[in-house]
């Protein structure tokens, strides 16, 4: 029935459109309400996307089974046709009597206030607490892992100034050596952060066109690469001679770009340059310098050998995709330079602030997500005439004989947060302990034991399982036959000698004439 497909999918495709129409009309006022609706509305593009795509598959028909059900509905009698496909309805539903009717105007339908919307749990788990739905940044972890990167051990910075430099991958900002950047430890450093960034941007900006966006990153990136316009990976250039003292680093100091370290003081900078560890830095970087030159000599003589190109090749490509991780952690960050600098401005206050203070901040942005932010037409008027307040009920707790939610400590003493499944009862769950000792007894579980053909439905407490159910069953039926068996040696027979055995004995010493 591809007809019926496709006027399904074109009701589908005017339902989601009515969907984000309802939705875009709306100005939630909390940021967690704009995520909801932003999510949703990105949700249903994509449902169009797809449902489209099927669209598009019908109307080519390229195996011709819609022409072939136009032409079997426009020839011959039409009742035959009609009753043809009713009954084919008519045994689909037969085969599958519990198939569920999705019902359009209900799924697309923007809920009200009071009957709550399913994509807010989505929403509160995409983000941590330290995100507040997406308003500041979670580099928490990402900090500890650069603290324990090589070269910058033994610059110990805190997360205030990592906030500042986390995309800075050049010196002074970044102590860590080109060689040192080409360890795996800092390449899943710099995997991790970018996509880190790249996934917190995608969680809190649905609807804007991100593939778009890194294309052209990574667009931007190879003419960079190709023109050596990289920061921090452009041609080495070595210094021929001794190195001066230059004024680098912060500028407030003496710079040895041998040790790549800056000097105070400017006699501490002559007296370093006699040890051990200098002339070392220096040899190293006079050699690595004419390792350079002579291996491009070599390339234009034409006298390079097959093993060190190879090793060149694999080592460019490593450092490729290390400065393209790079780049893009440096477009990520300006993209979110407002939630950059929101985040620096967040953590400043909360450590000025104590763990009470952090605590009552906490609940009422709790508080204040819980509200809700649209109202329906005539909504004040209706509470106006009823005098029925909303109950703040976040948590779910069920309410007491007052209409109020029970206390927190209540629910988690009787353990109502507990899942008790019941399978007779057609996987119905109850919650808590108490509900569910209590539903053996109810009409729902008796009834479900009878449909299974047990009778005697005090022997079954605390089994919940069909499968279960019916093997005690075919016990307690086979144990019944055997008891009933076993009744006819109860009883006794007595001879003439008033010897006493049972009757089945009596009976066969008697018929032998033993007796």
Partial sequence: MLLEDQRFVHEDLERLEQGISDRVLDDPRHIRDRLNRDHQISGFLDRIQQQSKRLLDIYNDTAGLRAKEIQSISTGDPFDEFYKQLNEIKSFHRRYPNEPVEN?????????????????????????GEEAYGRFLDLTTLHEDYLNLPGVQSRRITYLQYLNVFDHFTPPQCPIKRPEKTTDQYFSYVGRLADYLENFLRRTRPLDDLDKIFISFDRDFEKAWEAKEVPGWGAETQAVGPAAPVTEGT???????????????????????SGKKHIKAAEARAASGSTADSTSNGDVNGTSTSRPSTTSTAKDLKERAIAEREYRIRK?????????????????????????????????????????????????????????????????????????PIPYWLYKLHGLGVEFPCEICGNFVYMGRRAF???????????????????NTTLFRE??????????????????????SGGENVVQMEDAEG?????????????????
């Fill in 104 to 128: 359009l105007e209900r799924a697309y339908k923007r809920k009200a206030p009071g009957e709550g919307e399913s994509a807010t749990a989505e929403i509160d788990n995409l983000f941590t």
């Fill in 251 to 273: 500028g407030e100091g003496v710079w040895c770009p041998d040790c790549a370290k800056e000097f105070k003081n400017e006699n501490v900078y002559k007296n370093h340059l």
């Fill in 332 to 404: 990520l960050a300006l993209l979110m330079e407002t939630a950059r600098s929101d985040t620096r401005v967040n953590v400043e206050r909360k450590q000025g602030m104590t763990e009470r203070e952090r605590q009552q901040e906490l609940d009422a942005l709790f508080a204040e997500s819980a509200e809700p932010s649209i109202r329906p037409s005539g909504a004040d008027d209706e509470s106006d005439s009823s005098g029925d307040e909303k109950i703040y009920n976040p948590l779910k707790l069920p309410l007491a004989w007052d209409g109020k």
């Fill in 437 to 455: 000792d209590k539903h053996f007894n109810e009409a729902r579980h008796i009834y479900g034991l009878k449909c299974l053909g047990i009778t």
């Fill in 463 to 484: 089994i919940t399982g069909i499968e279960d159910a019916l093997k005690l069953w075919d016990k307690i039926q086979r144990d019944k036959k055997k008891e009933k």
């Fill in 499 to 515: 010897n006493v055995m049972p009757e089945k004995v009596y009976y066969d010493l008697q018929k032998q004439g033993l007796l």
